[in-house]
């Protein structure tokens, strides 16, 4: 016994004791051949379907057959590569059920069904497996230069917003400043003008008092002759008095307005007024610009109303753009032609001569409405700089190049843009919806029932804000914005 003893030493050698570190804790997978307190595995067998520590690992390594196992890391999965059913390793893959099976299996309920080896199907989905990866590939490399681009798109912003802010206020200084120029030259011309007229009025005045002076000398003289008593000596001197000189007095004296200088206070009210309306209509226009700074990148267009319906616009009819024949009722949102003409006050911004109307409401951004048509109606849609007055046919919405106009009647649709009709096929329905995207310059018309059908779809450069306009062309027409809900 002893030297048996000796000779298995001599083979094996001495070794010390496992470290603690080496065997097995509650997360590790356990050598399935130690006994006793087991090892932690090194590698796992899928074909002997057991786990191995570095000295029970050793036969796989040195025995040619086992050599041909697969080993991989070590896993508590193993069991999970048994049948159930009949305590068999699953090599097959049923593609019909989408499952590994045994052979006995394959023979049995899943006889006549698609199946390759466990191999086979593992090489087709690593195949398609590594496409997969390709192409999530692409899309991270895609991704990062897209992420890119959008930090060097800040980087512009902030740059491009630091100049501005920096050269609108050097502009705003200089403005400040030209103001204060005209301001001080306005002043020194008044006081310098003041000047004049003083020293005008002070030497008439000095002139007057010497002819006041002059005046009482002479009645002074008439009064000594006048109480003269003595006949004869009042005669001998009555000629001697010299004759009244020319008066600087003159009739005409006070017969100008003593309004001096309120008209230069008038005339610098009155450029103010000015400057305040510049001022007004270039803020509502910054704050356009500004507004449609956008360097997102291009959303999807909506496919169904739920998704139109995401961007609602409530949109209004403006009186004081109606035409006189327009009946406007519903508050404003439903437009009626009539025979009689409406008691509108005169304004600037009315249709004159064509039976138009626009709303209140401007239009940026992404925005969606709906418009129930009865009769002959075009739903359009237009810049503010529109001609309004007279009866040039520029004036009619999509007769030129500022408006663009979808006209719906009867059982057809033409759509209408700088004086040229093109022929809208599609079913045609009583509601048309509107879609805009005026960062992105899409303009779309949608008939509205069920589905939402495409009529139209304009694709340009918006320049300015957009206002909705609607066109009743045959007395009785009626069109109503509709309340989306």
Known sequence: MLADLVEEL???????????????????????????????????????????????????????PLKKHKLVEPSEKLKENICSRHDEVM?????????????????????????????????????????????????VQDTEKDVKLLQQDEEAINGSADKAVKDSEEIFTEMIRLLEKRSSDVKQQIRSQQQTEVSRVRELQERLEQEITELKRKDHELK????????????????????????THSSNFRIRPLRYFEDVTAAVSKVRGRLQDILS???????????????????????TRADFLKYPQEITLDPNTAYRYLLLSERNRKVTCMFEEQSYSNHRDRFTHKPQVLSRESLTGRCYWEVEVGGGVHVAVTYKNISRAGPSHECGFGNNDTSWSLSCGGNRCDFHYNSIVTPVSGPVSSRVGVYLDHSAGVLSFYSVSDTMTLLHRVQTTF??????GVRVCHYGSTAELCKLK
């Open 224 to 247: 000594q002759l006048s109480d003269t008593e003595d006949h004869n000596q009042f005669l001998h001197n009555y000629p001697s008095p010299s004759p009244l000189s020319g008066s």
């Open 10 to 64: 001599k083979k094996t050698g001495l070794q010390a004791a496992p470290a603690d570190h080496c065997y097995a804790g509650h997360e590790d997978v356990a050598c399935d051949v130690c006994t006793g307190r087991k090892l932690k595995a090194l590698k796992s067998c899928l074909n002997c379907l057991a786990s191995y520590c570095e000295k029970h690992l050793q036969p796989h390594l040195q025995s040619a």
């Open 463 to 468: 320049t300015q804000p957009l206002y909705a």
């Open 91 to 139: 090599k097959i893959f049923c593609r019909t059920d989408q499952q590994c099976i045994c052979y006995l299996c394959s023979v049995d309920e899943h006889k006549d069904h698609d199946t390759v080896s466990a191999a086979a199907e593992r090489t087709e989905r690593q195949r398609e497996l590594g496409l997969r990866r390709q192409t999530i590939q692409q899309r």
């Open 281 to 303: 209509e270039t803020e509502t226009k910054i704050l356009q610009i500004v507004s449609q700074v956008d360097v997102l990148l291009p959303q999807p267009e909506p496919e």
